[in-house]
Structures are given as structure tokens and as C-alpha cells.
């Protein structure tokens, strides 16, 4: 039977594992903390979590009086204009911590019913191949036992940290990073988001909407800067309408705690001043001291591990997967590579990763999904296409709901029509991109997307609206 060690947990460990299961290899899966990684314990299902609490709030601050609804705080039967709602961020916290934990309980449980055998502990690659052409691992369990694992593949799927200013390092109490937020049991009052990019604009739009005053510190230009350009205008501008303190080209060089506040000093000598301060300004690959360069697995100067499209390293019967590749730091990608590195490795059939297809979405409200080719891409003439954007202000169902801010863009070639990408801007943008990412993924034309039915009246409507404005 051959035999499979994945050394990390994560989407793409564990993925990885029940694909291999399935396909009947014997699976050991080596994890630290938990199945389901930094993605299901400290990353994206918290955050994600968090958010729906702030998206509650949110959705009622910005509509409510539009939509005709009143507040009567003090019982005389009279709306009032003070906001009279709040949360206890100590029980939303709790509520987090506790849906993590058993999202990480159920995919440990699915993973075991598998036939997939689960140590704890912390696992390193030893150096060079057996005679035979097998690998081995070395793991230092959890309870500090020692053992040695015999593998014919390898997967590494370890994820990745935050990233740390020396002079700015996380006391887990007023300077804090991502993986420590849940450990809050009041809101900040005041909140500075060193990091404009994609963890830095959820959060700062997170406790925005939760009640806090939040300076949000931006080294570029403008708020996500690896985005599309026309959305992460409309975030910039729907966070300053709200009274978000957004503060572009001002690099955060330092921060330090001064009695019960944080000090945040920028690059060009000013400071700002918070009770708490945020660190969100990227991810270290978790690929030290594991033994992978004396493997023979080569690394970037980031550290992260170079991989092929089918998740290969540059040593024979290892491979990898996830944030510690550094090629897409989304989940949904994590998975994919584990898998397709099983399908490779396992002789089953199996198509080269392509990112053209993968959706992502930034969960801020609004939303930002997008899909395939950008504004960039054409921008720069890596590709010939046209581009329609639609403000969701003509779209009636956006109009019933009070819905203002966001846009559906679609991007297609001239001549045959296919299209090639797209954003949405939009409240539950990252369910409204699937239409799209399909017709991407399938190569389909804005005239089948224009005579697809879609419900009136309805969000999704404006994506057909713009197949039709791009068909010819």
C-alpha cells in the first residue's frame, strides 16, 4: 500500500489526505494545532464569523431610516437618531473561538473516519531519498515522544504566521496581531489597522461596524492595493462616509504601549494614537527548521516553497501545498493543491492548477469578489478584452434594499465574446461571483450568459445586463 505523511493540517493537508484515503493509500497526517489550520482556528473562519456579526450591524445602520424603520430607545414611542445598539464583544469572541473549535472537531472527525491516522506533534522532513526511492519525516510529538515516519510522498501544507515590525512587536493585550483579536473581551475604542490590504480593510470594517473609531494606516495609495482599482474605491470611499480615519502613503515604522494607550509612529515621524493597535501587514511562510532545504525542496527568499502546477517541490516525492507556497493564500487554493498533488502523485487523473478560474472575495461590506482576468491585465496588454461596469444603483432589487455602493463589472474578448473575468461589488458579492466564475471556468460567451433567464427583480440581474451590453 503506499503510503502517504502530510505534514500540516490545513485545507490543503487534510483535503490532500481524504483525497489519498479515497484512493487507497495509508494516510498520516502530522498537525500542531488542530485540523483545519490557521484557516479554520486563527484565520478565516473567525474572522469570517466575526464579521457576520458586524455585517448585522451594518446592514441596519445604513438602511434602516431609508427603508422607513425607527429606533425608540427611550420608550416614548418616538424614533430616535442616537444609535441604540451594541455588541458584547466578549460573547462574540466566545461564539467565535467556540465555531472554530468545531469546525476543527468535524473535519478531525470526517478525516478519521477515512481511515486517516492523526498524530499531534510538529514534523520535519530528514534529509535525501532511501534506496527505494521513500521518504522520511521525524516528528516530535505533542506529549514528547519521538518518531520516525516511512513515506513513499510527502505533502507539506504548514500554512503561514503574521508577520512582524521589530519595533512594533504584539503584546497579545494593545498591540495585537490577527490570530490574537479573539481573546478581546471589550471593544476597542479606538482602533489603528496598521495594513490596508486584504486582512488589514475586513477588520478595520469589522469593529468600524462593531462601534469602535478606527485609523486605518495605509503605506500606498489607496486602501487594497493589489485589488481592482474601481473596487477598492468604492470600499475607500463607503469607509471614510462611515468615519473611518483613513490615513494613505503613511508607513507604520514603530509601536509601543504609553500607560493604557498604543503609540503608533509612522515613517514619516507622525503618530496616531489608539487604545489598541492591530499589526496586519502580511504572513511568514511556516517553513523553518523543517529540513526541507537539506531535502533537497528549494525555497524563495520569502522562504515559501517553490511548487509546480501540480504542487511538485524540486525534490523527487515531495510536495506542497498552501499559504507556505505563497501562490494564492486563499483556502480554496490550499485545497485544490493538496488535492491535485494526491491525484498526481496517486496516478489518478488530474488537471495543472490554473488560477485564471479561482474566485476570491474580500469580506467587507460591501463585498469584493472577482474572478479570472483584471483590470490590470488589460491595463498592461496582458490580454484584449473589453470591460463593462454597471453601478448596482440602476438595479431595482439593490434600490429596494437600499443598497447604494457596488458595481457588477464583466471583462470579454472582442470578436468571440468569452468571458474572462469579472468583480462584484456588492452586499453577498462572494455569492453572486459564482455565475461568472462558471463562465469563466467554461469558456462561456456574454451572449449565453445575456439569454440565460435570471429573477426579477434581482442582484444577478445586472450581470446579464452586462453580458448584454457587451454582446455584438
Not at 465555531?99 to 478525516?111: E, G, K, M, N, R
Not at 434600490?399 to 456588492?426: C, E, N, Y
Request: charged residues 20%.
Amino acid at each position: 500500500m503506499t503510503r502517504i505523511v502530510i505534514i500540516g493540517g490545513g485545507p490543503g493537508g487534510y483535503e490532500a489526505a481524504l483525497v489519498a484515503a479515497q484512493l487507497g493509500a495509508e494516510v498520516t497526517v502530522v498537525d500542531r494545532d488542530g485540523l483545519g489550520g490557521a484557516s479554520v482556528l486563527t484565520d478565516c473562519v473567525p474572522s469570517k464569523t466575526l464579521i457576520a456579526t458586524a455585517e448585522v450591524m451594518t446592514g441596519f445602520d445604513s438602511s434602516h431610516e431609508e427603508l422607513g424603520i425607527e429606533i425608540d430607545h427611550d420608550g416614548d414611542g418616538v424614533g430616535d437618531e442616537v444609535r441604540g445598539i451594541g455588541v458584547d464583544l466578549g460573547v462574540v469572541n466566545r461564539r467565535v473561538k467556540r465555531l472554530a473549535l468545531a469546525q476543527s472537531h468535524d473535519i478531525t472527525s470526517s478525516v478519521k473516519r477515512a481511515g486517516v491516522t492523526v498524530l499531534r506533534g510538529r514534523g520535519r522532513l530528514l534529509p535525501g531519498q532511501d534506496q527505494d526511492g521513500t521518504r522520511r519525516v521525524a516528528v516530535a510529538e505533542a506529549g514528547g515522544g519521538q518518531r520516525e515516519l516511512v513515506a513513499d510522498a510527502v505533502l507539506v501544507a504548514t500554512g503561514g504566521h503574521p508577520r512582524e515590525i521589530p519595533d512594533a512587536r504584539p503584546d497579545g493585550e494593545r498591540i495585537l496581531t490577527w490570530t490574537q483579536v479573539y481573546d478581546l473581551a471589550e471593544l476597542p475604542a479606538e482602533l489603528v489597522v496598521v495594513g490596508s490590504g486584504v486582512t488589514g480593510a475586513e477588520f478595520a470594517g469589522a469593529y468600524q461596524a462593531l462601534g469602535s473609531r478606527v485609523t486605518l494606516v495605509s503605506s500606498r495609495e489607496r486602501v487594497l492595493p493589489g485589488e481592482d482599482p474601481d473596487a477598492a474605491a468604492v470600499l475607500e470611499d463607503v469607509f471614510r462616509r462611515r468615519g473611518m480615519n483613513v490615513l494613505a502613503r503613511s508607513r507604520a515604522a514603530a509601536a509601543k504601549r504609553v500607560g493604557d494607550r498604543v503609540e503608533i509612529t509612522l515613517s514619516d515621524g507622525r503618530t496616531v494614537s489608539g487604545t489598541h493597535c492591530l499589526m496586519a501587514v502580511g504572513a511568514v511562510p511556516n517553513t523553518a527548521d523543517m529540513g526541507l532545504a537539506e531535502a533537497g525542496v528549494k525555497l524563495s527568499e520569502s522562504g515559501h516553497i517553490r511548487v509546480d502546477k501540480v504542487s511538485r517541490t524540486s525534490a523527487p516525492g515531495v510536495y506542497a501545498a498552501g499559504d507556505c507556497t505563497g501562490v494564492f493564500a486563499l483556502a480554496s487554493v490550499a485545497a485544490m493543491q493538496g488535492r491535485i498533488a494526491m491525484y498526481h502523485f496517486l496516478g489518478d487523473a488530474v488537471a495543472p492548477l490554473d488560477l485564471k478560474t479561482v474566485s476570491g472575495n474580500i469580506f467587507t461590506d460591501p463585498e469584493i469578489a472577482t474572478v479570472g482576468y483584471t483590470q490590470q491585465d488589460v491595463d498592461e496588454g496582458r490580454i484584449d478584452a473589453r470591460s463593462v461596469k454597471l453601478p448596482l444603483l440602476r438595479n431595482p432589487r439593490a434600490k429596494m434594499q437600499g443598497v447604494r455602493d457596488g458595481f457588477v463589472k464583466l471583462f470579454a474578448r472582442p470578436g468571440t465574446g468569452i468571458v474572462v473575468g469579472g468583480v462584484v461589488v456588492s452586499p453577498r458579492a462572494s455569492e453572486l461571483i459564482h455565475p461568472i466564475a462558471i463562465a469563466v471556468d467554461n469558456s462561456l460567451t456574454v451572449e449565453q450568459i445575456a439569454k440565460t433567464f435570471t429573477v426579477y427583480p434581482s442582484l444577478s440581474g445586472s450581470i446579464a445586463e452586462a453580458a448584454r451590453q457587451l454582446h455584438t
